[in-house]
């Protein structure tokens, strides 16, 4: 995953606030809440990537443009699944808070206890997991701007290549207007009688 340092900042901030924040806030409701979003990103995905498999064609493109296309193609794809991979990992470590009995951790040799402290470390991950999937999500709508770029050069060399080979030669439009011969002839004034 490519990230920023926005990106990092992101990932970081949702670590801790897993590890801070109690628990219990992500039980019941709340997870209900985010495991049916997480899920309609999900099914949202596999459709994208059939109309993203869906858009390479190869009908008068030149080889080149064929190859950016399916490379930024391919970019999307990978992507997607990667937010897929994500939010699956979500969603099970979501599954694990909701059934992991309250357990808490001292550290040894200290007086210092971590209350629910295995909540706590999935919470922590799960968040971590999340920002990942909105930090992958943020690069699609990049990656469509390029095909989309790509898509207009093409379509762009299609129309000119179809208009060279249907429009009329130079041959052609002087055989439409022709003229007598000697029509348009230069003569110097000397020449005319009157």
Partial sequence: MSLRGSGYAALIAAAAAGAVLPPALLIGDPSRMLVTFLGLVSASILPAVSLVIGSL?????????????????????????????????????????????????????????????????LQSLALLFAVAATCKAMAIPRILVRVLMIRKDIAIHEARKALAETSPSEADIRQMFATREGFGKTVPLDSVRR
Avoid at 66 to 94: H, K, N, S, Y
Avoid at 108 to 113: F, G, L
């Fill in 57 to 121: 064609s190869s009908s008068g493109r030149s080889v080149m443009r064929i190859d950016a296309l399916a490379q930024e193609l391919m970019d999307a794809i990978r992507t997607l699944f990667a937010i897929l991979g994500l939010v699956a990992i979500v969603v099970a470590l979501l599954m694990l808070i909701a059934i992991l009995p309250k357990v808490g951790w001292q550290l040894p040799y200290s007086a210092v206890e971590i209350p629910d402290a295995a909540r706590r470390a």
